[in-house]
């Protein structure tokens, strides 16, 4: 069988290998010089900056890849698990580290709040029941049929998915500081922990069970080992090549367009794109059902990311691999991120130093950083080329007050993309950072299927489809494609 897997982050990729491994025929096209879409590496003057995905977990579903043609990942990428996973600032300057070490994570929460010791014990328990269902049972399943989803729900519900994670968080934690780091995980998929399902409760556990890791050389390094195993293997790699159509007829996809020139046949294609760009661009809209536009339009779409990168001479000793800062008003700045569409100078923020752990990302004696700021999308219409250099400056004047004294003069390099960089470079619908929201109207079989319902070989991997954003998830969307082409 030949397929065509359009896109190449680690969903794309996953795909690509998965149907090699079952004898097709498999080409994957990507429009940039580079592999990696969301995870692509941009190199300055001896830095070495990722560009999306920082937060390794799951390493199997990684692992598992390279498993497939009985090679060993060994010899083509190496991830290192981290002591510390995140480090929390709260706005009174305290810190919280935030590890796979329980007793060190019960003594911090008691400096905070004696009782809420036991409220942790308890929450783990009921996110790993949360995790055994939501993710080992049905990460992997096709939710493509209504039935599928109707026989989950019982189970769905037992599990309080119809509550948010902050307030499962909240039921059974008091410290409104405790609260927030232990219901942030949304944010990592492109969720308002006060609007997403408590289902979402899971990466709790999933980070307990596998601990976070990091990919020596960067993230990037992870996509290059997988371009080695494509090449290994007999996967045709296409890149600079935008698909600009996919081809049907009579509902059926017979190929794709490249470049607006050049016409290759394929009996499916897979698409690692954001599902409504490919229904509204590449495909006729005349096919649609009504039902399907529906259900399309009334999609609520992820927050927008501003990232700014950033090379110190000066090295920072005391930052942490990952920090989270949170801002004071944290409740009405989601608010205003995810429902008002507008910008708020009470930012919270999340700070990568790869060079904590790996030397190799900065010229030696310098520091390599990344902050990540979550920003309404584009439907917000904010004009990115005056807003972007004013939030540069925000958040240089929030770092340097928090956490890195004299940080304005010791910068050597920097860049930050915005929303218009998804919407323009990675084609996801208002420039949002994760595809649709992971609300539970929004999940399983409400997301975009995996195996589309307007067309006849034509599949989706990646964030907009089942089981959502993060690298698991991605990488889980390729399985559920596994078993149903």
């Known amino acids: 069988m030949n397929s065509i897997v359009i896109g190449s982050g680690f969903g794309g990729i996953a795909a690509a290998l998965r149907l090699r491994a079952k004898g097709h025929q498999v080409t994957i096209i990507e429009k940039h010089p580079d592999l990696g879409g969301r995870a692509r590496v941009f190199k300055k003057n001896g830095f070495t900056f990722d560009g999306g995905p920082t937060v390794i977990t799951a390493p199997y579903l990684i692992n598992e890849l390279f498993d497939l043609f009985k090679k060993d990942p060994k010899d083509y990428i190496k991830l290192t698990p981290l002591k510390i996973w995140y480090r ?31 409220g942790y014990e308890r929450l783990v328990n009921f996110t790993k029941k949360i995790f055994d269902k939501g993710f080992t049972e049905l990460a992997d399943v096709s939710f493509d049929k209504p039935f599928v989803m109707m026989k989950q729900l019982p189970a769905l519900l037992k599990l309080k998915s119809y509550k948010s994670v902050y307030s499962l968080v909240s039921s059974y934690i008091k410290s409104e500081k405790l609260r927030r780091m232990l219901s942030m995980h949304p944010l990592l998929v492109g969720g308002n922990p006060f609007s997403t399902t408590s289902i979402y409760g899971l990466i709790l556990y999933l980070e307990k069970k596998w601990g976070i890791h990091y990919s020596m050389g960067g993230t990037g390094n992870i996509i290059k080992g997988y371009e ?24 059926k996809i017979t190929g794709v367009q490249i470049n607006n020139k050049n016409i290759i046949e ?18 006729s809209r005349n096919n649609n059902s009504l039902l399907f536009n529906w259900k399309k339009n009334r999609m609520e779409y992820s927050m927008g990311l501003f990232v700014y990168y950033f090379g110190t001479k000066k090295v920072y000793e005391n930052v942490e691999h990952h920090t989270i800062k949170f801002g004071n008003k944290y409740k009405e700045h989601l608010e205003d991120i995810f429902n008002k569409k507008k910008l708020n100078k009470d930012i919270s923020y999340y700070l990568h130093r790869p060079s904590a752990t790996d030397k190799s990302m900065a010229p030696e004696g310098n520091d390599c950083f990344y902050v990540l700021v979550p920003v309404p999308n584009n439907q917000s219409k904010i004009d990115w080329n005056i807003e972007g250099e ?32 998804f919407e323009k470079d990675l084609n996801t619908k208002y420039g949002s950072g994760f595809s649709i929201q992971p ?32 690298v698991p998830g991605v990488l889980s969307s390729a399985k559920v494609l596994d078993k149903i082409i």
């Open 439 to 470: 609300k539970f109207t929004q999940s399983a079989y409400f997301r975009f299927h995996n195996k589309s319902e307007i067309y006849d070989g034509l599949y989706f991997v990646g964030a907009g489809t089942h089981p959502g954003a993060g």
């Open 266 to 283: 394929s009996d499916s294609v897979i698409c690692n794109a954001d599902p409504p760009a490919v229904y509204e661009k590449l495909l």
């Open 228 to 251: 080695k195993l494509m090449n290994e293997v007999g996967i045709k790699i296409l890149k600079e090549s935008e698909v600009t159509k996919i081809i049907s007829k009579n509902n």
């Open 88 to 118: 929390f600032i709260f706005e009174d300057k305290t810190k919280f580290d935030y590890s796979g070490n329980e007793s060190e994570m019960k003594n911090q929460i008691q400096n905070i709040n004696k009782e809420d010791v036991k």
């Open 390 to 421: 004013k939030m540069k400056k925000l958040v240089i004047d929030k770092m340097e007050k928090d956490l890195m004294p004299n940080l304005k003069e010791n910068i050597i390099e920097d860049f930050y993309l915005t929303p218009d960089y």
